[in-house]
């Protein structure tokens, strides 16, 4: 039981962009707390990033709890079994993501505190009922493992993801061809009609205010229509925040697809915009080299 773990990023470059790594830390800051208030521990949880070494994709994080008056490791047992909870549970949310690839469970079966969760693929995962409670009813935490899959989908120079202790034994890994799955918010196919909510990145090219009209986006390289149907978009407006072309929009975005039968597929057929998670302006945009 430890407050320290590691996050990996495979690559074979020397750099890495400067939003990737900071909103993947954002969203792991933010999965780390909302795990911290649902176990009700009464501790505020600081999320510290020890130094980066030099030509290393390994950022070294610990949890360490605040008082009023000053920052400090509290090595007692309670501590440190709190944050062992914390890290468990983290890696065992994104297992479970993984295990489900975007679609609802065949079926569960509880078992004493833990609970058997099988896939649409007929596999078995058994966790804590805990850690599935938090998964069904923590929009916060799903919301935020979607959004920094998504961002490493967005890169292709990150080839994985990995989450060690602080020797750097794995707990958990996801490979390139599981971003994607693992950025998926919800799937479902009602009347010949495939409904998809996922997790994007998308690239303003021209921005409309009035909802009623469509604004125009790039979506990895390719352009795309979608309305904005956030509620909370328009105050954002009214208090004064600028979208200008260029700028970063991490968002939920509902896709409408169609079966096409002279293809064998689903055809993109509408976007929407249910909800701006992230704003990144123009000018945040830059590189960091390591």
């Known amino acids: 039981m430890e407050t320290e773990f590691k996050i990996k990023f495979d690559g074979e470059q020397h750099q890495i962009d400067a939003n990737l790594l900071i909103n993947n830390l954002i969203h792991t800051s933010t999965i780390i707390q909302e795990l911290n208030r649902n176990l009700d521990s009464g501790k505020k949880i600081d999320v510290k990033i020890k130094a980066l070494e030099k030509g290393s994709f390994l ?15 509290l090595l007692t047992r309670e501590n440190i079994e709190t944050g062992g909870i914390i890290i468990a549970s983290f890696v065992s949310l994104i297992e479970l993501k993984k295990h489900l690839k975007g679609s609802p469970a ?7 505190n833990k ?14 009922n805990f850690v599935q409670n938090i998964y069904e009813n923590n929009t916060i935490i799903r919301d935020a493992i979607s959004q920094s899959f998504e961002t490493l989908e967005n890169d292709n120079s990150i080839t994985g993801y990995e989450i060690t202790d602080k020797n750097e034994k794995p707990f958990i890994r996801v490979n390139r061809d599981e971003f994607e799955s693992l950025s998926l918010k919800s799937e479902e ?9 996922t997790a994007a ?17 790039y979506m990895r390289g390719v352009k795309i229509s979608a309305k904005v149907e ?10 004064g925040e600028s979208f200008s072309k260029g700028d970063i929009l991490e968002v939920e975005l509902e896709i409408k697809q169609k079966f096409e ?3 064998d597929t689903y055809i993109n057929k509408s976007y929407k915009i249910n909800k701006i998670i992230n ?3 123009r000018a945040e945009q830059s590189k960091l080299n390591i």
């Open 279 to 281: 704003h990144i302006s």
């Open 201 to 217: 990145t998308l690239n303003i090219l021209r921005i409309s205010f009035d909802q009623k009209l469509k604004s125009d986006f």
């Open 189 to 197: 196919i009602l009347d010949g009609e495939k409904v998809i909510k």
């Open 59 to 73: 950022i070294h994080i610990d949890l360490i709890e605040s008082t009023l008056l000053h920052l400090k490791n």
């Open 261 to 263: 039968p002279s293809v």
């Open 106 to 112: 065949k079926s569960k079966k509880a078992d004493g």
């Open 230 to 239: 956030d509620p909370d978009f328009q105050n954002r407006i009214d208090k």
């Open 115 to 128: 609970v058997r969760i099988e896939n649409q693929n007929g596999e078995t995962l058994i966790i804590e």
